[in-house]
């Protein structure tokens, strides 16, 4: 399997950024198809926020489109969530994904632990 770990949240107020970041790592040889960030917000659905497949087509969520940016980082199965512009509606834990495939043993759907951003007013 491949284990995602996610970090950069914290507490910063209305308007502020903060960049998120997730690395992923396996026993075994594997690439990342698609990156996926999602967030859960106390008593709500875990909604998606963006997407980015093969390292190059992206997706964002209305809500977030214009403000926040996903990209791939520099070192080898590293992903990145720019914020900018945070509204305190989006505070939520944050949640980093990855569809993986594990050569010659298939493909998982694999979760990190999430990571806490609170935006104050």
């Known amino acids: 399997q491949v284990q995602l770990v996610e970090s950069g949240g914290g507490l910063v107020q209305a308007g502020g950024s903060l960049r998120l970041s997730c690395a992923a790592a396996?026993?075994?040889?594997?690439?990342?198809?698609?990156w996926g960030w999602y967030r859960q917000a106390p008593g709500k659905q875990r909604e998606l926020v963006a997407l980015m497949r093969d390292g190059l087509n992206k997706n964002y969520a209305d809500s977030v489109k214009g403000r926040f940016t996903i990209s791939r980082g520099n070192a080898k199965n590293t992903m990145y969530l720019q914020m900018n512009s945070l509204k305190p509606e989006e505070t939520a834990v944050y949640y980093c994904?990855?569809?993986?495939?594990?050569?010659?043993?298939?493909?998982?759907?694999?979760w990190g632990q999430g990571t806490q951003v609170t935006v104050s007013s």
């Open positions: 994904n990855g569809d993986a495939h594990l050569i010659g043993r298939g493909d998982f759907d694999s």
């Open positions: 396996s026993q075994f040889v594997f690439e990342i198809k698609t």
